[in-house]
């Protein structure tokens, strides 16, 4: 009977070895599967990063090639709108050489000159400053002189020497004027 339970022992150790086994296997089996899942899974993720790394400096390279252009040909349309005041102003001068011009042709050539040239600063946000009669602003005026009239309000700008103008409502350049003392 001892003979029996040691070979009952024996085939009981047997199976549990071979079920230990099993098992093992199973487990070596699933921890290689998870380790082949996760490899792929990080050179996935490798993948998009170079992806993105790549996206990134050519949005760089896009970014610094669009501002420099904009740097580059950010007065293209004033320097268009600019060249049909030139244009005019050429065609005033052809006028003034011509043998049947008038001063009063002339004239008028270059007051339609300076409309276009109002206008065209006008388009892109340049305002004259003319104050005559306003009163004397020292942030937007340049006093050239000083000029006592009792009959006039004093501080009040009694002529404009150099008209002013701003750009986009800031001071460019002040208007010089003669002011009332």
């Known amino acids: 009977m001892t003979k029996k339970k040691a070979q009952k022992k024996v ?3 047997t199976a549990e070895a071979k079920e230990t086994s099993k098992t093992k296997s199973k487990k070596d089996t699933d921890l290689k599967s998870q380790l082949e899942e996760a490899q792929k899974s990080a050179k996935d993720n490798w993948e998009k990063l170079l992806r993105a790394q790549a996206e990134m400096e050519n949005f760089k390279r896009r970014t610094a090639k669009d501002l420099e252009n904009a740097h580059k040909y950010a007065l293209d349309g004033f320097v268009k709108a600019l060249l049909e005041v030139k244009d005019s102003l050429s065609l005033g001068l052809q006028t003034a050489h011509d ?44 006093a050239v002189t000083m000029i006592p009239m009792p009959d006039k309000d004093s501080n009040t700008v009694l002529e404009v020497i150099k008209v002013g103008f701003t750009l986009n409502g800031r001071l460019v350049r002040p208007a010089m004027v003669i002011v009332v003392q």
């Not at 276009?116 to 005026?141: A, C, M, N, W, Y």
């Open 11 to 13: 085939e009981t150790e």
């Open 99 to 142: 043998k049947n011009a008038t001063l009063e042709n002339t004239a008028e050539g270059l007051e339609m000159t300076n409309k276009v040239f109002i206008s065209t600063l006008e388009k892109f946000g340049v305002e004259q400053i003319d104050p005559v009669g306003e009163r004397f602003d020292p942030e937007k005026h340049e």
